[in-house]
């Protein structure tokens, strides 16, 4: 059929494209070709916005300051950590190009044509800045979740360019997947086997808690390197003396982008009323993702409301901030707009911010109490905005009704925990309607508690897998 000629043509394409595709594949590190053996590099990517992954930034300035070179790869939305910014010998940001707007959909059924072609593009992103516009790193350390597609590609460029993979577990990513489909959908199935599968593929592993680690070894059948590396504050999360506290608060009021006059003179009230601990300073922070039930709040809070001008008036006025950017954030606006049209959030004040790392920073330390309304969709997370409010000697209130919550909240010592709305509104009334004693005892707890920083525990565990002695 063919003719010798045909043949040659077509070994020669063959051989034409093979070549292609070899002499443009990522360099590799410490290899034959492009060697850079002298950088002690190491790749940090997240597939979310750089700015909102305070764990991962931390990890590149705790990297940083041993020496190395970081290349810092994710989407660059919010503000990045002014240390990161401030250190660019060292650490240099790459942005990914965002998903193009025409293929974010929340319609489910266009979502199968167009999740697809996201998750292409994504491939295509990754590809690029791990492979060709970063320098070959003699490691790659990828946040988990989310793991499509940043786990199969990570594991690709890593076999072609020589570099050691390591994997952070924040969570898992079929888990999250399955507070949207439910966990006997077939893409959650999928979505966990993949998860196994690429979790086997890499040299080590860090995870944020010891429950963790043991769902790792037992469930993903992992046997390299386990390092539990818990969320601890890092540096600029600090307690504040009384003034640092009055001046920030004196701020407070125009942090909250009152709208006119009026409610600029209502903030300013109830700050000086705060100052005096006649109202009190409530704070949450948030991604506003699927796992965080604020209606949980919202229920405790017109309860409480309630009562304060009913049954229960010793009880004092709330300020609560809720501080993140996220998907579900303009839902509970509405909510909030509707609660108050109805009256029922007479003695609370809801507001919510995105505030600069410095102001976030104050913002916890000046408050009287903090809310976690973290659910854990695995169980075996932690919630990090935990941690940063121990830094900052604020005791904590959060959900607590899964396995890893005690390996961050001590009962009793460094906050209360709750399972539902009822819980948290007794908790609220007990801690600001007159048991200044346990509110003390709690604040304690937190500082202790906050003691611990990220850069011992970082050099402690992580220190001792990349820069071994
Ligand atoms: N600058 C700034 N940062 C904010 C603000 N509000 C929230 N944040 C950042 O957003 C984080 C909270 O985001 P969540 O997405 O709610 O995180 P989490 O549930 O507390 O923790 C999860 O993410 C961690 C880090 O990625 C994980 O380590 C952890 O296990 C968990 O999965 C805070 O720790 C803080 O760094 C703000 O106004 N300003």
Redesign the pocket.
């Known amino acids: 059929m063919f003719d010798l000629e045909s043949w040659l043509l077509g070994l020669v394409i063959i051989l034409a494209i093979s070549s292609l595709v070899l002499f443009n594949l990522p360099t590799q590190y410490g290899g034959i070709i492009g060697k850079d053996r002298s950088a002690n590099r190491i790749q940090i990517i997240v597939l979310g916005d750089i700015?909102?992954?305070?764990?991962?930034q931390y990890h590149a300035l705790s990297i940083a300051k041993h020496g190395a070179q970081v290349d810092l790869i994710g989407y660059r939305v919010?503000?990045i950590h002014p240390d990161i910014l401030a250190n660019s010998n060292a650490i240099r940001v790459h942005a990914l190009h965002p998903t193009p707007a025409c293929l974010q959909t929340k319609d489910s059924r266009l979502f199968l044509v167009y999740g697809p072609l996201k998750v292409l593009f994504q491939i295509w992103t990754l590809w690029l800045a791990l492979g060709y516009r970063t320098k070959p790193s003699r490691w790659m350390l990828v946040?988990n979740p989310p793991s499509i597609p940043t786990l199969i590609v990570a594991y690709v460029v890593c076999f072609l360019r020589h570099t050691r993979l390591v994997i952070d577990w924040?969570?898992f990513g079929y888990s999250i997947l399955a507070l949207r489909l439910g966990s006997t959908h077939p893409l959650v199935q999928i979505s966990r086997l993949y998860e196994q599968l690429f979790a086997r593929s890499a040299e080590a592993h860090f995870c944020?808690t010891n429950a963790m680690a043991r769902v790792l070894e037992r469930d993903y059948g992992i046997t390299t390197k386990i390092l539990p590396l818990h969320?601890r504050p890092a540096s600029h999360l600090q307690v504040l003396t009384e003034a640092q506290r009055s001046s920030f608060l004196a701020t407070l009021p125009n942090l909250l982008s009152p709208d006119d006059d009026q409610r600029l003179q209502d903030y300013q009230r109830l700050v000086s009323e705060i100052r005096m601990s006649k109202s009190r300073l409530l704070v949450s922070?948030?991604?506003w993702?699927p796992?965080?039930d604020f209606s949980v709040l919202l229920e405790a809070l017109t309860n409480y409301s309630d009562l304060a001008i009913t049954t229960h008036p010793h009880l004092p006025e709330v300020l609560v901030v809720v501080?993140?950017?996220?998907p579900q954030k303009d839902a509970f606006l509405t909510r909030i707009q509707s609660l108050k049209a109805e009256e029922k959030l007479e003695m609370v004040t809801i507001e919510t911010?995105?505030?600069?790392?410095s102001?976030?920073a104050e913002?916890l330390g000046s408050a009287d109490l903090g809310v976690?309304l973290?659910t854990s969709s695995s169980g075996v997370?932690?919630?990090?905005?935990?941690?940063?409010m121990f830094g900052t000697g604020l005791p904590v209130v959060g959900w607590g009704d899964f396995e890893a919550w005690p390996e961050l909240l001590h009962e009793g010592v460094n906050g209360k925990s709750f399972s539902d709305a009822e819980g948290l509104q007794e908790v609220l009334m007990q801690l600001f309607g007159g048991d200044e004693e346990l509110l003390r005892r709690l604040k304690k707890g937190a500082v202790e508690e906050g003691k611990l920083r990220w850069d011992e525990e970082w050099d402690r565990v992580a220190g001792t897998l990349f820069f071994p002695t």
Do not use: C, I
């Open positions: 700015g909102r992954s305070p764990r991962m919010s503000d946040q924040h969570n944020v969320d922070s948030t991604s993702t796992d965080e501080t993140g950017n996220g911010a995105f505030l600069s790392t102001d976030y913002l976690s973290h997370d932690l919630p990090m905005k935990v941690v940063d």
